[in-house]
Structures are given as C-alpha cells and as structure tokens.
T-cell receptor
Framework: EAGVTQFPSHSVIEKGQTVTLRCDPISGHDNLYWYRRVMGKEIKFLLHFVKESKQDESGMPNNRFLAERTGGTYSTLKVQPAELEDSGVYFC??????????????FGPGTRLLVL | KQEVTQIPAALSVPEGENLVLNCSFTDSAIYNLQWFRQDPGKGLTSLLLIQSSQREQTSGRLNASLDKSSGRSTLYIAASQPGDSATYLCAVKNSWGKLQFGAGTQVVVTP
C-alpha cells in the first residue's frame, strides 16, 4: 500500500510568486491534514479535510493560503503571493477514521519551501 | 490553551544506554498521544499511539507511558543503537482531528 505522497519535494521561489503544493493521501483515507514547520518552530496544524469538505481551517495563517481537495482525493495548497515567512516544511497527513481515540495520522515526506 | 513541551531539546548517549524522552502537556482532556520519529530531510514516522484510556504501549524496544492526570508521557527506548539517532516528536490530539506537536528532542546515539 502506498503511503502519503507529496509533490514537489523542494521548491525555491521568489517573494511574490505563487506556489502550489500537492498531497496524495493513502487510498481510502477520508481525512486529510496539512501542517507546516517554519524555521525554529514546532509543527503546526493548518487545516483538515473530511473528504472534499473543510472540517477545520483554524490554522490557516491568512488569505494568501488556499487549500482544495478535488473530489475527496488529492489536495492542493496554494500560496499566493508567497512571502519570506512562508518558508518552511509543509507536511500532509491522512487517516481513515478520526472519530475515535485510536486514529493514527500517517504523514508524507513533506515539501520544503524556500521563499527568497 | 494546550501547550506541549519536550525536554530535553537534545540528548546524546553512548550506544547501549537506555533512552528516556519526556513530553508534557497542559490540558489533560486529550483523545490520544502519538510519538513520531523524524530523520533529517524525511517525513514523520509514527512509532506509538496511546489512547486516552490507556497507560502504556509497547513495540519492540520502544515503550511509551501516559499519565493524563499529571500531563506527562515518556518514551523509553531500550538498548539504544546508532540507528536510533533522529528527532523524536510527541503530539496530542485534543479536538476532532488536529494534532498539536512539541518541538521535539534531537537524539544522537554514539557508537
């Protein structure tokens, strides 16, 4: 069974440009999460999809970030326009059923974003 | 507001010693606590998940305990090996879905 995959693995862009990150969850997982780790800080939650619906987007930093999940399958996270402080590692995670305490979230390898 | 703290931030031990990693949290109303391992430039690998009703979980050389009343979890790694060198993260789930992470403990096991 394939794990969570993310593309690209690295991205270097200039301030003001647009970047789109993609996440493919484990097949059959309805729950998809985005997290990020900026330099020197802990990993922080961005948002949570259940199928194609946004369940919780309380961690999205501002309206420059837009997340979508087409048809409840893969998800994209767009940053437009990118700022220097957006640099960091963006992780995606998925899980099958998060209604109980036994939910395990499976993480992808992350996308390393550097904004110059 | 939940806060998750991991102490120490870094730890170096000789091969063969047991590792003890600590995680504390301020709000005991958690659903579960998960321990992860992260290797440099890699994603997070789930090691153990302890549900709120459980006291401990074991997998091979790893044992994690949970004391909700005191807001603490401890990860024990027996007979450490150089391959155990990594950053270890704990995360609590205290609402429907999202995890809240500690900053991690960077472990180096020297041969």
């Amino acid at each position: 069974e394939a794990g969570v995959t993310q593309f690209p693995s690295h991205s270097v862009i200039e301030k003001g440009q647009t970047v789109t990150l993609r996440c493919d969850p484990i097949s059959g997982h309805d729950n998809l999460y985005w997290y990020r780790r900026v330099m020197g800080k802990e990993i922080k939650f961005l948002l949570h999809f259940v199928k194609e619906s946004k369940q919780d987007e309380s961690g999205m930093p501002n309206n420059r970030f837009l997340a979508e999940r087409t048809g409840g399958t893969y998800s994209t996270l767009k940053v437009q326009p990118a700022e220097l402080e957006d640099s960091g590692v963006y992780f995606c995670a998925s899980s099958h059923d998060n209604r109980g305490p036994g939910e395990t979230q499976y993480f992808g390898p992350g996308t390393r974003l550097l904004v110059l | 507001k939940q806060e998750v703290t991991q102490i120490p931030a870094a730890l170096s031990v000789p091969e063969g010693e047991n590792l003890v990693l600590n995680c504390s949290f301020t709000d005991s109303a958690i659903y579960n606590l998960q321990w992860f391992r992260q290797d440099p430039g890699k994603g997070l690998t789930s090691l153990l998940l302890i549900q709120s009703s459980q006291r401990e979980q074991t997998s091979g050389r790893l044992n994690a305990s949970l004391d909700k009343s005191s807001g603490r979890s401890t990860l024990y790694i027996a007979a450490s090996q150089p391959g155990d060198s990594a950053t270890y993260l704990c995360a609590v789930k205290n609402s429907w879905g999202k995890l809240q992470f500690g900053a991690g403990t960077q472990v180096v096991v020297t041969p």
